[in-house]
Nanobody
Framework: QVQLVESGGGLVQAGGSLTLSCAASGRTSSFFVMAWFRQVPGKEREFVGGVRWSGNDPDYANSVKGRFTISRKGAENAVQLRMDSLKHEDTAVYYC?????????????????WGQGTQVTVSS
């Protein structure tokens, strides 16, 4: 059984940095896409960033572009999210997601696997 395990969440001051990590456990072929989403209570899950198996050409939500960096070593089933210049509005539960199919990175319905979520709190 494949599981995505996240780590690295926590409390940080505005302007600070935090790195989230996600790795897949269990035997599985390489995911075509790995991505990060986030969610705050009462709102829909929001795309943060994603990367295809090549590890090149990641895509980001406009709200995090230039501040967040997603990295993946080729087709490894592991991904990191480096978050810099954090803002209070980045506070959310962050979820790692993965899938084998193509299509838009930002569509949560296309993902086969989800992590349990890790809380990121940015104090203002």
């Amino acid at each position: 059984q494949v599981q995505l395990v996240e780590s690295g969440g926590g409390l940080v001051q505005a302007g600070g940095s935090l790195t989230l990590s996600c790795a897949a456990s269990g035997r599985t072929s390489s995911f075509f896409v790995m991505a990060w989403f986030r969610q705050v209570p009462g709102k829909e899950r929001e795309f943060v960033g994603g990367v295809r198996w090549s590890g090149n050409d990641p895509d980001y939500a406009n709200s995090v572009k230039g501040r967040f960096t997603i990295s993946r070593k080729g087709a490894e089933n592991a991904v990191q999210l480096r978050m810099d210049s954090l803002k209070h509005e980045d506070t959310a539960v962050y979820y790692c997601a993965a899938r084998w199919s193509g299509g838009p990175l930002s569509d949560p319905d296309l993902y086969n696997f989800w992590g349990q979520g890790t809380q990121v709190t940015v104090s203002s």
